[in-house]
């Protein structure tokens, strides 16, 4: 889609913007908003002294692969890396048969897997020891058998994990569950069972224009145009925020070849809209024929073939001459009931006797007071509970080596910058450091919490500014300025 052959797109961007280069194929400078420079600083550090496993989870497109080759670029002269092919592993041995390459150890000298993927941990313990740490890098390590991935990191924890190599896996959110992890709906970033975890979120609408305006800078383009804001949004919309769905979609909005999916000008709907409003107006159609049929045919049912008779007219006629004479005549013609009568002559009736008046009834007798109950006797006032004995309270943190250790409290609030080198859960991690180094004086480590776990932490120096700390570690031995520290406040450790 980007190649230079006669009317690709990126041909087409040529002749139309002018532009001397594809601005999507450039590599360079590494993109380190979103999070990404966070993932790298953490990879860099945990890869060279931590004692985790490390995973980099991120939607496919999300720069996962980038992130690795900035980390290999960055660290490769400190950290031996070695690249696992995840469709070459599909069982044990073929596990074993790839880790025992890099440590060219013999695979008859071991008589199962278990035994020989310990002995490659342990040569990997080896050579961590003589400066040069291993990394072991498994991209797209979700498409992995779920428990071959397992064993790797059973292996990795049954070592001595501040030395042993450090296994960095990437994928989907199908890793976590391949490992047995239910924190796919957590927060940013996490540790599950020996396992820190890294997310690469979606790139937002500031991310795509930070991300393309330098590059477009670069080749000739003018950002204003080319990320206006319809373009942005068409962008932002069409790639779902991420890196490879962005280098496929640009090049077409800017050429104007994406179909817009909002409203066209002038107030009229686009042919897509229209589609859609004439199948919905097709469908209500058919649905109220189907419910008028209906409708009709219940109404048919209901109407009664039978003619309904008409009324008959009776005539009733009573009278003196004939009182127990009763006619009945009927007629066709409906008429209205009519009733002759001729009331005999009778007596007058005598005027009802009035009725006497009811006697008074007697005055009820008044009831006697019911006699007043006897006071309840009080109760007796229980006896007092005894007070809980006070649970052991935890014992404080007691550090291992008190010379070396500040407290987590005189270090909070602090604005000074300082240089943090290893972080990790195990003290012995931070002391085996600082016994490396026993000829610089200025080392010393702190704990806090992470994860609901101690977190120790190895500094060096308190400094103004920036400045003054890299002047103060260009000063160390060569052992420890090729570490690259990561220089911060100390309020932040």
């Not at 790639?239 to 077409?252: E, H, I, N, T």
């Not at 007796?380 to 404080?396: D, I, N, Q, R, V």
């Not at 602090?414 to 080198?421: C, G, L, M, P």
């Amino acid at each position: 889609m980007n190649g230079l052959e006669t009317g690709g797109l990126f041909a087409r961007l040529q002749d139309r913007y002018g532009l001397s280069d594809d601005p999507l194929a450039i590599e360079a400078p590494f993109y380190g908003e979103a999070r990404r420079q966070h993932a790298l600083e953490t990879l860099r550090h945990l890869c060279g002294f931590g004692d985790l496993a490390l995973a980099v989870v991120g939607a496919r497109g999300s720069g996962k692969t980038r992130l690795l080759a900035e980390l290999v670029r960055s660290e490769s002269g400190r950290l031996d890396f070695h690249y696992l092919e995840a469709a070459a592993l599909t069982g044990d041995e073929a596990l074993v048969r790839h880790l025992l390459a890099i440590s060219r150890q013999p695979l008859e000298q071991f008589t199962d897997v278990t035994t020989a993927l310990s002995g490659f941990f342990q040569w990997t313990e080896a050579a961590t020891r003589k400066g040069r740490r291993q990394v072991l890098l498994l991209d797209n390590a979700d498409q992995v058998p779920s428990p071959l991935l397992k064993r790797l990191l059973h292996s990795f924890r049954a070592a001595d994990a501040s030395l042993a190599a450090v296994p960095v896996l990437t994928g989907g959110e199908a890793l976590l569950a391949n490992l047995g992890a239910n924190e796919a709906g957590t927060g940013v970033e996490g540790d599950v069972a020996g396992l820190h975890l890294l997310r690469l979120p979606p790139l937002t609408p500031a991310d795509i224009k930070a991300f393309l305006s330098p590059r477009l800078v670069r080749v000739g383009g003018d950002p204003d145009s080319l990320l206006s804001g319809s373009k942005l949004d068409q962008l932002a919309e069409l790639s779902q925020g991420s890196f490879g769905r962005l280098k496929r979609v640009a090049p077409a909005i800017w050429l104007d070849m994406a179909q817009p999916r909002w409203p066209s000008p002038f107030g009229l709907p686009g042919l897509g809209a229209l589609r859609w409003s004439a199948l919905a107006l097709l469908l209500l159609g058919v649905s109220w024929w189907l419910v008028s049929r209906q409708y009709d045919q219940v109404m048919s049912e209901d109407v009664v073939s039978e003619p309904v008779p008409e009324p008959v007219r009776r005539s009733i006629t009573l009278g003196p001459d004939n009182p127990n004479a009763l006619s009945l005549e009927a007629t066709e013609e409906p008429a209205p009931l009519t009733t002759k009568a001729s009331p005999p002559e009778t007596d007058p009736e005598p005027e009802p006797e009035p009725e006497p008046e009811p006697e008074p009834e007697p005055e009820p007798e008044p009831e006697p007071e019911p006699e007043p109950e006897p006071e309840p006797e009080p109760e007796p006032e229980p006896e007092p509970e005894p007070e809980p004995e006070p649970e052991p309270s935890t014992p404080a943190f007691e550090p291992a080596a008190p010379a070396y250790f500040l407290p987590r409290q005189e270090l909070s609030g602090k604005e000074a910058f300082t240089a943090q080198y290893i972080a990790g859960y195990e003290e012995r991690t931070a002391l085996r450091f600082i016994e490396m180094h026993p000829s610089v004086n200025g080392l010393r480590y702190t704990r806090s919490l992470r994860s609901g776990k101690d977190w120790f932490v190895v500094f060096y120096g308190e400094f103004g500014s920036r400045e003054e700390a890299r002047a103060a570690l260009a000063k160390l031995p060569a052992s420890l300025r090729q570490e690259e520290p990561w220089i911060r406040t100390l309020g932040d450790i």
